[in-house]
């Protein structure tokens, strides 16, 4: 298993024809890939024969030692901090947590504490260095105010194979959200491309020359003015169930970002929410296979006490789910 701040050595076999030093590393260690080496031979990292290799095309030959140093994926100026973890799986490869609502995934630039990356690092957790300085181990993200299942990268080599897998709709995601008002048929889909907002950057919006994306539901449940929808996004762009709904005028719960003026703090469902630290929308699960194992996964983890009351309180919808 290879282990950030790890330092490993190799010794060129009387064997070996000339080949360059990324390619000779990337088939001693499996786990990295010839991006990564790339990456650390310009960081560095890598020696041969007690020097400092610069190029990655430089070519090795019997008898050469190289050593690589694995750089220790806490981030410059991240600090670890105590908090709750609630892993819901993990192995030496990858890991999956419950995380909160209200609780960044991320620091960044200007917010570097209170986060999860801040909690992984407290609880020893290996993290890939592929997402950046601010982004060890995060393959994909979810909203602050989203609650659910969050995938963790603990290689570099499992990170790239798990974005592949997101973007070859390899990775199935369900969400649970919580609307305001009522949807035109019990199953649908959303097939709007989404772009930045033209007046708003922290927003996105259906934009005719925006990214592609489709969100599928069904609904579970209807009562207290709204709707509990089961929710599949097969494309992966910010925002993009809450701007979907928004845009049917359904709005999730609870969202001051995509929220509409006639629901904002009105109505029975914006009461319940009133403490709730997020906001109607909970990412259920993850179905994929195991990158390096194969195995079929499927983590699933229950909504927050607030997301779990409100929606056991709304009824059970016995209509034939093929219906418009």
Not at 197 to 206: E, L, S, V
Not at 239 to 251: A, D, K, S
Not at 289 to 298: D, F, W
Request: proline share 7%.
């Amino acid at each position: 298993m290879i282990v950030p701040g790890q330092e490993l050595s190799f010794l060129v076999p009387p064997t070996q024809a000339p080949i360059r030093i990324d390619k000779f590393l990337a088939a001693q260690i499996g786990t990295l890939s010839r991006t990564r080496i790339q990456q650390l031979a310009g960081e560095g990292a890598i020696r041969l024969n007690h020097r400092v290799v610069s190029q990655s095309n430089e070519k090795v030959k019997p008898g050469d030692r190289i050593v690589v140093y694995l750089p220790a994926a806490e981030p410059a100026g991240v600090l670890p901090e105590p908090g709750e973890l609630a892993v819901l799986y993990e192995d030496e490869y990858l890991l999956a947590v419950n995380k909160p609502p209200g609780l960044c995934v991320h620091p960044t630039e200007h917010k570097k504490t209170g986060t999860l990356v801040n909690i992984l690092l407290y609880h020893g957790k290996s993290l890939s260095g592929t997402g950046g300085p601010f982004r060890p181990g995060i393959v994909h993200r979810l909203d602050r105010g989203t609650s659910g299942v969050l995938l963790i990268a603990k290689q570099d080599e499992i990170h790239h194979r798990l974005t592949g897998m997101f973007q070859a709709r390899e990775i199935h995601k369900v969400y649970w959200a919580i609307l305001h008002g009522a949807l035109p048929r019990i199953e649908g889909e959303i097939n709007l491309p989404i772009g930045r907002h033209p007046r708003d950057r922290k927003r996105m919006a259906i934009r005719s020359g925006g990214r592609p994306a489709l969100t599928r539901y069904r609904i579970l449940r209807t009562g207290l003015g709204g709707t509990l929808a089961e929710v599949y996004p097969t494309t992966g762009r910010t925002h993009q169930i809450r701007v979907h709904f928004r845009h049917l005028g359904v709005p999730i719960v609870h969202d001051s970002l995509y929220g509409l003026k006639r629901y904002a703090g009105k109505g029975t469902l914006e009461r319940l929410f009133a403490d709730y630290p997020g906001l109607g929308l909970h990412a259920r699960s993850l179905r994929f296979r195991h990158p390096v194992t194969g195995q079929e996964l499927a983590i699933t983890v229950e909504p927050p006490d607030t997301f779990k009351s409100v929606m056991e309180q709304m009824t059970c919808l016995e209509t034939n789910r093929n219906a418009d």
